[in-house]
């Protein structure tokens, strides 16, 4: 699915700049810094041993809440093709293409997988050691329907007629040409079983997460010792691709300067570092597939008084989120705390400086369900409230255009209690990670 932040990184490559990988949506820059090392960067060191995979056995365990769901929703299957959810539930990764490769889970049986022919071998090598390490495989030649397999998959398991629901970033024409194949079935959106089960994170999910914002934070900071006037922000993405490098992990982050903090997602446009310049870093890296999402904005030298006042909103505004946050409330509730703080400061109404949402929820993908805005809606009655185990980036922000923008970003999770960031908040302006950092 191609976002803003995608569209962002397939333009800067072409304009040679530097935003790179997180999410498996987002493209990887191959920019690597000229010369040695600065010594902060070459300081850090791998943290991979931190991160355990996912086991088939905690897949199993998904498969399995997928099924309740499916009952608690009246959906008779769903099914997969490449992407997030797929590798979510099965451990399988796969792209989309033009050619149909689906995993159909029922509610009630084997799941089963439909795939080209030339590609059964490959198939079945994803599935040995996985969760559905035994289940059906049929295979289509080039010159064959795939959606007349998945029909007959269901008619096999007794679901000729009923409710399908299908992965909501399944291609439009898959989803359509399924239908066809089988008109007596009643395809529905897979999300509240997928989302039902992804938006909740387990422990081993949320220490993979707290893995990836360390790993991302300690980045950050060793970038931010190593910044001198005069670079680009091509070159600061360069020493974060080696920074995350040397951390082990796959990840970067866009850099903004200047007046060009003041857009959310920034700006393609070259720009250099000056003493006095407004700088933010905003993305992460992937652990085992979680992800962290972190903003600092920060000057280097002196910030202006009005630099240091808006700051020090946003600040407070991250901190109404967080202590408003808590089992049970309304999620425009989370980024009314954040977003009554900024407008009471005199930055409002509503989004006209505060210019997005608070958060997203967060986990495989960078953005993922649910939201923390008003209006969060996607298909059942629980979808509008916090529950324990949901994890969601808190960035509220202040944009002054033509001037500067701050963003204040650390990812939060929901516990049985309240809520906890995974990171230690920045603490100012002019001292971003804390002088005894």
Known sequence: MLNRRSFLWLTSVAAGLSVVRVSAQRGRSEAEPSGPLPPSIAALTSMRAKAKPTTAQERRGRLDKARRLMTEQKIDAIILAGGTSLTYFTGIRWGNSE????????????????????????????????PMEHTDVAIWQEDESPFALVAQGLKDRGIATGRIGVEETTKFV?????GDAAPAL???????????CRMIKDAHEIELMKVACEATLKCYEAVYHALKPRMTQNDVGALLTAGFGRLGFPGGASVQVGEYTALPHGSIAPQTIREGTIIMMDNGCSAEGYQSDITRTYVLGKATDKMKKVFDIVHQAQTAALKFARPGVALEGIDAAARNVIVDAGYGPGFKFFTHRLGHGMGMDGHEWPYLVKNNMFGWEHAMKAQPGMVFSDEPGIYIRGEFGVRLEDDMFITENGAELMTPQSPSIEDPFGKTS
């Open 99 to 130: 050619r149909l490769f689906a995993v159909v889970i029922p509610k009630v049986g084997n799941p089963y997988i439909v795939t080209p022919a030339f590609e059964e071998d490959r198939t079945r090598e994803q599935l040995a050691g996985g």
């Open 174 to 178: 898959f989803a359509d040409t399924m």
């Open 186 to 196: 009643n395809v529905v959106s897979a999300t509240p079983v997928t989302a039902g």
